[in-house]
């Protein structure tokens, strides 16, 4: 028996980009089919979500991402550049955000494609894993290619699709909500959400009740 699970993703979160190897090993280990459901960061959706925040929260948070990093072994660097266009002296969010919504609908055509969570690890890997300028040249182009997709496909969708990419990554954040949580990477099997990288474990206990086996 295949089990399936959505595992709601941001690609400008460290925490999702910490999640995603470990999940799609999972997958790949076990009979359990993961589809990725991309939303936009907070950033986007909650513009003053950060200006609301304590003031200890960012400090802590850089220190935990690159903790946890060094626990898993997974290779951890600052976005160049960050996803996100922002003024670094007022935190403003600029109305343009060529690089994430660029990135976010592609995830959301690749997850069309039931290779979604293959491309976040991929992509992930070179927002967050130190490759400079990640959104330039072929970079994402072979990261689309390592996930078993056909680039110029992905390419002609986010280009000629718009609007209809922003639509069902629109739907993914309210079924997120809908399912109990509001954040990410959050994994809902079965209708129950397990929110956050230190829950993995968890929600493969989970599964493994409900009858998860080994390929």
């Known amino acids: 028996m295949t089990l399936t699970a959505d595992l709601y993703f941001s690609f400008r979160s460290p925490y999702s980009y910490l999640s995603v190897g470990r999940y799609r090993a ?20 909650q513009p003053d ?9 960012l400090s802590y948070t850089i220190r935990d991402m690159m903790r946890v990093a060094q ?6 660097g600052a976005p160049r550049p960050d996803p996100i266009v922002q003024n670094p002296a007022t935190r403003e969010i600029a109305a343009e955000q060529p690089y994430i919504r660029r990135v976010t609908r592609m995830g959301q ?32 182009a072979r990261a ?10 992905i390419e ?19 079924a997120l909500e809908k399912s109990g949580h509001w954040g990410v990477p959050t ?12 829950r993995i474990e ?14």
């Open 202 to 215: 968890m929600a493969q206990w989970r599964m493994e009740q409900r009858g998860l086996t080994r390929r």
């Open 26 to 45: 999972i997958s790949e280990k076990f009979n359990l089919t993961l589809a990725l459901r991309p939303v936009y960061p907070l950033a986007i959706r």
């Open 187 to 198: 994994l809902v099997f079965e209708g129950e959400p397990f929110f956050g990288q230190d």
């Open 71 to 76: 626990f898993h072994d997974i290779p951890f």
């Open 49 to 57: 979500f950060f200006e609301k925040n304590h003031p200890n929260w």
């Open 156 to 174: 002609a969708e986010v280009k000629d699709q718009p609007e209809e990419l922003d639509a069902e990554i629109a739907a993914n954040q309210d």
């Open 109 to 140: 055509a690749a997850a069309r494609k039931g290779r979604g969570i293959a491309f976040a690890h991929e992509a992930g890997q070179l927002i967050w894993g130190g490759q400079p300028d990640w959104h330039e040249g072929d970079h994402l």
């Open 144 to 153: 689309l290619e390592r996930a078993g997709l056909d680039a110029g496909e």
